[in-house]
């Protein structure tokens, strides 16, 4: 089961799960800052991954993000719902954020479900570093690709 549920969980899923945030340097920078609506989707052949993030993204690199991620397998015929909510530091170099996470809880009030949720943390914990590319930026929209996912597209919060 165990190796089952860490070939659900993609090793390069920490910015998907954040629903992180990137932009152009300058002007780019200070339109990044604040809060962001951001949804994401990775298909893979072992299953799919949804995520509904808010992420605040503050003047002293300091990233706040919490939200719901839902994996669907098709092993287990079903979609799971899980919150979390995670923090961390980031930098914007050129059109690449870099950053890092510091903490994080992913649960779903199940405890069978709560299995996989803690293989997701661990593997964030094991490789909490993330970049990802910004390909889009202005006062209300944003959009931007991590390595190895899909483009995330995020509306500023109100």
Not at 11 to 38: E, R
Not at 107 to 112: K, P, Q, V, W
């Amino acid at each position: 089961m165990y190796k089952l549920l860490t070939k659900l969980l993609p090793a390069s899923f920490a910015p998907l799960l954040l629903g992180l945030a990137t932009a152009a340097v300058g002007d780019s920078q200070s339109l990044l800052l604040g809060a962001w609506n951001c949804k994401g989707e990775v298909q893979r052949p072992e299953g799919s991954y949804r995520v509904n993030a808010v992420v605040q993204l503050a003047e002293a690199s300091a990233l706040i993000s919490q939200g719901e991620l839902f994996v669907f397998s098709p092993w287990l015929g079903s979609e799971i719902p899980m919150s979390f909510k995670a923090t961390g530091t980031w930098e914007l170099k050129e059109q690449t954020l870099h950053g890092k996470l510091t903490e994080g809880n992913i649960a779903t009030g199940n405890a069978f479900t709560d299995q996989l949720a803690d293989i997701l943390e661990q593997q964030i914990q094991a490789s909490p570093n993330f970049r990802a590319e910004i390909t889009q930026l202005n006062q209300r929209s944003l959009t931007f690709k991590p390595e190895q996912t899909n483009p995330v597209t995020c509306l500023r919060a109100s």
